[in-house]
């Protein structure tokens, strides 16, 4: 029995980053840049308010009104305003001594302007204005190059493209930009006892639930996933569907029999197409679980559970961890923390538990504070409703079975709601 570091590091040593693509910036949030983007051209491109007021030289208004420091009001200097500026203004305006011009916020400065004086820093009387505060050179002024400057990088390759690179791919230009794309991952369900969705369970049956899941999971994790839905465990049938996701997948999953005489079959066709092992990794619950490399482009391939909140944890803890690899996140596994329990808990001893719970911080304190859900020995592993309440897993050593109220112990969070 491989203990789960061991599975894990298995697993992780297959994870392969697609092929960079080129993909518009609305479509790269969230992605891996692969390229160094350099600015070709200083932003912002010209002198430019940073404020509605009125462009002047500082040298003309200075001594006027209170000044900055409030050392006490100085004569003041009336100056005329000869035009108004406003944003995405071309036109070429030339400020004189002793002149201002009335500028918007982002409007290009005339000639010589060299600060702004925001409108609440003069009274008005007809066209003049007579500044009731100083301004010094660069005040309120956005310079050319102040933001990036040619030849900067503005996004890094290896970066996350969130909302801020995506600004900053628009400012310079890039409708484009090279990223690592999401792993395609092929989701399928196998067992003669399923039925889907549109179906009606017989005595005997049960919905696919196990595709679905698995589905929403992948996604959340960060893959492209296809749903394949429920294969036929007919061999040529079953081959079938596997050579077809092989082709078109960087992870294929399959879920519903990782244990008995079904497994068995299951497992004969995919040797027929590569390398898989399937047995027991010392961790509760989806003890008995697969991976393996098929198909001429040796694509990982995980084997999992019938049982959904089996097959969903164990989802969680190997195959997640590889999706996020070949996002090229820098860390793949889920945060942890240390909580306090509330309740007992026990173990199977042996393996590592990941036991479904909840939890809750102490508003006093701030301390955390967990509650298992399920997934003891001898309790109903099986229960997703009570996944369905989960916001962590909590993680118990293999060599611990029972664990006392108001001890700390290892919790992974799970993905949050609301």
């Known amino acids: 029995m491989r203990t789960v570091e061991e599975?894990?590091?298995?697993?992780?040593?297959?994870?392969v980053a697609p092929r960079p693509v080129r993909v518009a910036i609305s479509e790269a949030q969230g992605l891996l840049c692969?390229?160094?983007?350099?600015?070709?051209?200083?932003?912002?491109?010209?002198?430019?308010?940073?404020?509605?007021g009125y462009a002047v030289r500082a040298v003309d208004v200075r001594g006027g009104g209170e000044g900055d420091d409030d050392e006490g009001p100085a004569a003041p200097t009336a100056l005329p305003v000869v035009g108004q500026i406003t944003a995405g203004s071309r036109q070429a305006t030339r400020l004189q001594p002793g002149q201002c011009v009335r500028v918007d916020t982002g409007a290009p400065l005339p000639t010589l302007a060299d600060a702004v004086l925001p409108v609440g820093w003069a009274t008005v009387g007809g066209q003049r204005i007579t500044p009731t505060r100083e301004v010094r050179t660069g005040d309120y002024v956005r310079r050319v190059g102040d933001d990036v400057q040619p030849g900067?990088?503005?996004?890094?390759?290896?970066?996350?493209?969130?909302?801020?690179?995506?600004?900053?791919?628009?400012?310079?230009?890039?409708?484009?930009?090279l990223v690592h794309p999401k792993p395609r991952m092929s989701i399928i369900s196998v067992g003669?006892?399923?039925?889907?969705?549109?179906?009606?369970?017989?005595?005997?049956?049960?919905y696919d639930v196990n595709s679905y899941a698995l589905?929403?999971?992948?996604?959340?994790?960060?893959?492209?996933?296809?749903?394949?839905?429920i294969a036929s465990t007919e061999p040529s049938r079953l081959r079938e569907v596997l050579e077809g996701q092989l082709v078109r997948s960087e992870i294929v999953v399959v879920s519903g029999a990782a244990g008995?005489?079904?497994?068995?079959?299951?497992?004969?066709?995919?040797?027929?197409?590569g390398r898989i092992e399937v047995g027991r990794v010392a961790m509760h619950p989806g003890s008995v679980q697969g991976f393996g490399r098929l198909g001429r482009d040796e694509v990982p391939t995980f084997l999992l559970p019938s049982n959904p909140v089996s097959a969903l944890v164990v989802f969680e803890i190997?195959?997640?961890?590889l999706i996020r690899i070949a996002l090229g996140k820098r860390q793949p596994m889920r945060r942890t923390v240390r909580a306090r329990t509330v309740a007992p808990i026990s173990s199977v001893d042996g393996r590592r538990g990941y036991l479904?719970?909840?939890?809750?911080?102490?508003?006093d304190t701030g301390e955390y504070l967990v509650r298992a859900l399920g997934g003891a020995q001898g309790s109903s592993t099986h229960l997703l409703a009570s996944l369905a309440e989960a916001n962590c897993l909590v993680v118990v050593d293999p060599d611990v079975t029972s664990i006392r109220a108001g001890d700390e112990v290892e919790v992974m969070f799970l993905a949050q709601r609301g």
């Open 7 to 15: 599975q894990l590091a298995l697993v992780t040593a297959a994870a």
């Open 34 to 52: 692969a390229e160094e983007v350099v600015a070709e051209r200083p932003l912002p491109s010209f002198d430019q308010a940073a404020i509605d």
């Open 152 to 177: 900067d990088v503005a996004v890094r390759a290896g970066s996350i493209i969130g909302p801020a690179q995506v600004g900053l791919l628009a400012s310079v230009g890039r409708a484009k930009v």
């Open 192 to 206: 003669d006892e399923l039925v889907d969705l549109d179906g009606h369970p017989d005595t005997g049956q049960v």
């Open 215 to 229: 589905t929403a999971a992948g996604r959340d994790a960060g893959a492209d996933v296809h749903r394949v839905g």
């Open 260 to 273: 008995g005489e079904a497994t068995t079959r299951i497992r004969e066709v995919m040797e027929e197409l």
């Open 318 to 321: 190997m195959v997640r961890p």
């Open 356 to 363: 479904r719970g909840q939890l809750m911080r102490d508003s």
